[in-house]
């Protein structure tokens, strides 16, 4: 059991100070945010408590950073004295994106332990991936109790770190490229007579399907595609349509944009 804080609980810290909460981990869940009334309604929600961030950053075993990379060296300003002062080991996670261990070392002390992760928005249902790299102070016990700590907001998976940008492209930006994906399936539904609500449900459903199956077969992508396309069936005229259109190149470019943004 470990004092678990976090400092940022918007959308991506409050869907992982969710999982903390889930986890039975916590000792106790401190939560701080700029605008406090956020950090409130999220300690009512998880029983944990709303703090200023120094007392996160004063009594938390494992620390989480959820601010926007262009606030964190003003935050982590107010609160250096703080982390200096503290005689007990903590454990740093950093979810800021482009942040790598090596500017979170000179900004933080490169002697401390610290986890950088890439988590996405889905882990606010169980079902995100949280990928980590570890700098060189971590030690295997704290590695277990991050991964224990995160276990439910799905996936957990270290990764090179050198990787994590081309996989963030996927995992963190996805999101949007599927929600983009089912609006538009649903848009073909109400086009084809389906009410609107139903049109959204059945696409988003299917969506999790096809992954669930991709993912629990272990079947190859294109596998998949050819079971459901039966020869002159309607399927195929909606592949057709898609490679016409240039599909699968649109979304492999949207990939490599998003990899190509410096942060
Ligand atoms: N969203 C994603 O899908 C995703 C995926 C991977 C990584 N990330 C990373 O997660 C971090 C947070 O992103 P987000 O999407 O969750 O943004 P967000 O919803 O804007 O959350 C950031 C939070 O930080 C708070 N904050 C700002 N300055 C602060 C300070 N000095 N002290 C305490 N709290 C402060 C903000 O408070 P206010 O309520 O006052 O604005 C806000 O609630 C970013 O670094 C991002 O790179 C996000």
């Known amino acids: 059991m470990a004092i678990v804080g976090f400092i940022g609980t918007g959308n991506m810290g409050g869907a992982l100070a969710r999982a903390a909460a889930k986890s039975g981990l916590a000792e106790e869940l401190l939560l701080a945010n700029r605008s406090p009334e956020k950090a409130q309604r999220l300690a009512k929600e998880l029983g944990g408590r709303a ?15 959820g601010v926007k990379p262009q606030m964190l060296e003003d935050m982590l300003d107010g609160i250096r004295d703080t982390l200096k002062a503290r005689k007990e080991r903590q454990l740093i996670v950093s979810m800021i994106a ?38 060189a102070a971590v030690t295997a016990e704290e590695k277990e109790s991050f991964i224990r700590l995160m276990a439910c907001s799905g996936m957990v998976t270290e ?6 940008d081309a996989a963030s492209g996927v995992t963190g930006c996805g999101p949007a490229f599927a929600a983009m994906f089912v ?7 109400v086009a084809c007579g389906l009410p609107r609500k139903q049109a959204v449900a059945f696409s988003a459903q299917m969506l999790l399907g096809s992954a669930r199956l991709l993912l629990e077969s272990g079947a ?8 459901v396309c039966s020869p002159a069936g309607s399927t195929i005229q909606g592949v057709r349509v898609l490679e016409e259109r240039a599909f699968r190149a649109a979304v492999t470019d949207a990939v490599i944009a998003t990899f190509e943004k410096k942060f």
């Open 51 to 65: 703090v200023y961030n120094q007392e996160a950053a004063a009594r938390a075993d494992i620390l989480f950073l």
């Open 98 to 135: 482009g942040k790598d261990l090596q500017t979170l070392g000179r900004l933080l002390g490169e002697e401390r332990p610290v986890i950088r992760i890439m988590p996405n928005i889905p882990a606010a249902v169980g079902a995100g991936v949280t990928l980590f790299c570890c700098s």
């Open 159 to 164: 990764l090179d770190e050198h990787l994590l």
């Open 183 to 189: 609006e538009a399936l649903a848009d073909g539904a």
């Open 220 to 227: 190859h992508p294109g596998e998949l595609k050819d079971r």
